[in-house]
């Protein structure tokens, strides 16, 4: 068996294989075999039809089957010589089965491998760092306040005039360009005034309106609009004041502690807030530090990566934003974008994410940077207790479920990640 191989690309080569006239020969003669064995050809018995007449009934699917036995072991047996680190699935392409001129099989098989690069100096990387500042007080009656209004009732209200954080319930009839849109028309429609939660100049418009009013608010969208489908067009709305409600919110006291969170008292709900909101802060930072610092390694280091990791990576990412669309009970579709553009706008994202991956994987080399199977299974314990699941089940489910690796490779990105804290500035 023969081979060569030709780079197309700097992550991409072809392997172009020719198996030797013997090995074809042999696999031939068993097949063919096989076939006259089992052909069932009118007025032979089984097995004793002519062989030149099992030929010319059969040649075709023989050769199917001498390409569908030949190939796949060829293959395997030139990616085990090469030693090549296959990244995508690869593509078979050119099958050619030349008899019987030569009586050989000929084949291409497209690959995309891993980049070479040499890194960038990581121990000059420095960053804008983000610090950790504790929690403050307001910020923990910030959150007291959000969870009464996530337990407040609405009650509808008789008002002058809309005001400043009431919920106005409204009508509107919706024209875009001159044209009536369906999908803005609506016989009730609860907006609270000042909440940023629709249109800026909807909201201003409704606002000191009276019940029962009627008013043309027109304006146009921002050209920068996140539905594309509106963006820089016209729009007059014919809006009508059916309600008016304010939300009444519980009192902040044991009771509400008891209700919500199943707490004795209220001091001990609102510590249990403000650690919580101390984790999440340090969460942000270590966010924004791990985007700043990846961006420079990003800057530093510029090489090619293989195309198949990058769609691999745009389907990740519509994937994400689609299951977010949905948890807000909104499309694509609705918002004017198409899974094309969306891709063609965040291919480059894709690309330097596949990028930043290739990086911190010859970080940790270089710094010998290893997660062992007892480090993999103490984040699972610590998991399963955080999520009050059995941590055992949680362990064997990680192993039957091939969840080791990729907690393994998360594992190691955070290890490389605080290295880069510690040469950065940012730990």
């Given at each position: 068996m023969n081979w060569k191989v030709k780079d197309e690309g700097k992550c991409r080569k072809v392997v172009e294989v020719n198996v030797d006239k013997d090995t074809v020969k042999e696999t031939y003669g068993k097949v063919f075999n096989s076939f006259k064995q089992n052909a069932v050809v009118e007025g032979f018995r089984k097995g004793k039809a002519p062989e030149e007449m099992i030929k010319s009934r059969y040649m075709d699917k023989i050769h199917e089957e001498v390409i569908k036995e030949v190939v796949p072991s060829a293959y395997q047996n030139v990616m085990k010589e090469l030693n090549l680190h296959i990244v995508t699935y690869p593509a078979l392409s050119?099958?050619?089965?030349?008899?019987?001129?030569?009586?050989?099989?000929?084949?291409?098989?497209?690959?995309?491998?891993?980049?070479?690069?040499?890194?960038?100096?990581?121990?000059?990387?420095?960053?804008?760092?983000?610090?950790?500042?504790?929690?403050?007080?307001?910020?923990?009656?910030?959150?007291?306040?959000?969870?009464r209004q996530y337990r407040g009732t609405l009650k509808q209200v008789e008002k002058d005039k809309v005001e400043e954080g009431d919920f106005a319930d409204v009508s509107m009839s919706a024209f875009v360009d001159n044209k009536a849109d369906a999908s803005l028309t609506t016989e009730s429609h609860l907006i609270q005034i000042g909440a940023g939660g629709f249109l800026k100049e909807l909201e201003d418009g409704i606002k000191g309106m009276k019940l029962g009013e009627e008013k043309d608010i027109s304006f146009v969208f921002p050209a920068d609009y996140f539905n594309k489908r509106y963006a820089g067009k016209s729009a007059a709305f014919k809006v009508k004041v059916n309600a008016i409600k304010v939300l009444e919110l519980p009192e902040f006291n044991d009771e509400f502690a008891k209700n919500m969170a199943g707490m004795q008292t209220a001091d001990e709900l609102k510590a249990a807030?403000?650690?919580?909101?101390?984790?999440?802060?340090?969460?942000?930072?270590?966010?924004?530090?791990?985007?700043?610092?990846?961006?420079?390694?990003?800057?530093?280091?510029?090489?090619?990566?293989?195309?198949?990791?990058?769609?691999?990576?745009?389907?990740?990412?519509?994937?994400?934003?689609?299951?977010?669309?949905?948890?807000?009970?909104?499309?694509m579709e609705k918002m004017g974008i198409t899974k094309e553009d969306f891709r063609s706008r965040n291919k480059k994202q894709a690309e330097e994410n596949i990028r930043v991956m290739y990086i911190l994987q010859k970080i940790a080399e270089k710094e010998k940077i290893e997660v062992s199977d007892a480090d993999v299974e103490a984040e699972i314990r610590k998991i399963a207790a955080d999520i009050k699941q059995d941590p055992d089940t949680m362990v064997k489910q990680a192993k039957a479920q091939d969840n080791w690796d990729s907690l393994r490779a998360k594992l190691t990105e955070d290890k490389v990640l605080d290295k880069m804290f510690e040469i950065s500035g940012a730990k």
């Open positions: 050119d099958v050619k089965y030349t008899t019987p001129a030569k009586d050989e099989v000929e084949f291409k098989v497209i690959v995309e491998v891993n980049p070479e690069f040499d890194l960038a100096d990581y121990g000059k990387v420095k960053i804008d760092v983000k610090k950790f500042n504790g929690v403050k007080e307001e910020d923990v009656e910030k959150e007291i306040k959000r969870i807030l403000k650690t919580e909101l101390e984790k999440r802060a340090q969460s942000d930072v270590r966010q924004h530090n791990t985007g700043e610092v990846l961006k420079k390694l990003a800057e530093q280091n510029k090489f090619d990566v293989p195309e198949g990791l990058v769609e691999q990576e745009l389907d990740n990412i519509v994937s994400r934003y689609e299951n977010s669309m949905k948890q807000q009970g909104i499309s």
